[in-house]
């Protein structure tokens, strides 16, 4: 089994939509959680960091479900500039903290 | 600008022969990692460094070896040894380990025929 799974998508939807896609992780001892944006071809860049609470940057909120093992990404009122591959990342300490990447969910913002 | 720079961008080689991808970073960082990303796939955690002078095996060493001499720069050499080369490579570097914000290079694609 991954370490992170993510629905691969694509998620096809007009500009002004709120489109919202979840990650699941395997390791309960997950400590950490993040969503990295990646455009085509490009490098990966931080989007925003998950807390336990949830959290909200702008037009994106982040969500946390512990007992289920799942993060979620929402985006109201989609842009163009929004279409990308999201990544949801997880923190593991074992030996030394460790990065997993789950491998993308792509959205695309039509107008 | 601070940041963290990869050369080259498009990198073609034929089987056999081992390649020598460069990673360079102005950040202070301690930390840097090298990773692979395949189509379909999360990106894999083939080397990384905390320090100069140390660098531990990620997910998928095999066929590949680093160096970290300096602490701005973190080379990557595929061998003929690595299977299946052609990938998207991806340097990235942090505060440190422990700090879990990276900072991804531009990357090399890297094709073997």
């Known amino acids: 089994r991954k370490e992170v799974e993510q629905d691969p998508g694509p998620f096809n939807v007009p500009e002004g939509a709120t489109v919202a896609f979840n990650c699941t992780y395997s390791?309960?001892?997950?400590?950490?959680f993040f969503w990295y944006r990646q455009d085509c071809r490009k490098e990966p860049k931080l989007l925003m960091s998950v807390y336990s609470s949830g959290n909200e940057d702008g037009r994106f909120t982040a969500q946390l479900n512990r007992a289920s093992q799942y993060i979620s990404l929402l985006i109201r009122d989609s842009k163009l500039s929004d279409s990308a591959t999201y990544l949801c990342?997880?923190?593991?300490?074992?030996?030394?903290?460790?990065?997993?990447f789950g491998a993308g969910t792509t959205v695309t913002v039509r107008a | 600008d601070g940041g963290i720079t990869q050369s080259p961008k498009y990198l073609f080689r034929k089987e056999g022969q081992n390649v020598t991808l460069s990673c360079e970073q102005n950040?202070?960082?301690?930390?840097m990692y090298w990773y692979r990303q395949d189509p379909g796939q999360g990106l894999r955690l083939i080397y990384y460094?905390?320090?100069?002078?140390?660098?531990q095996k990620g997910d998928i060493a095999e066929g590949y070896s680093v160096s970290r001499e300096k602490k701005e720069s973190f080379p990557l050499t595929v061998t003929s040894a690595q299977k299946n080369p052609t990938a998207f490579y991806l340097c990235?570097?942090?505060?440190?380990?422990?700090?879990?914000?990276?900072?991804f290079g531009p990357g090399t694609r890297l094709t073997v025929t």
């Open positions: 990342v997880v923190m593991v300490r074992s030996n030394d903290y460790k990065l997993s």
């Open positions: 990235a570097s942090s505060v440190n380990t422990g700090f879990h914000e990276q900072y």
């Open positions: 460094s905390q320090i100069v002078n140390d660098f």
């Open positions: 390791n309960s001892a997950s400590q950490s």
């Open positions: 950040l202070n960082h301690d930390a």
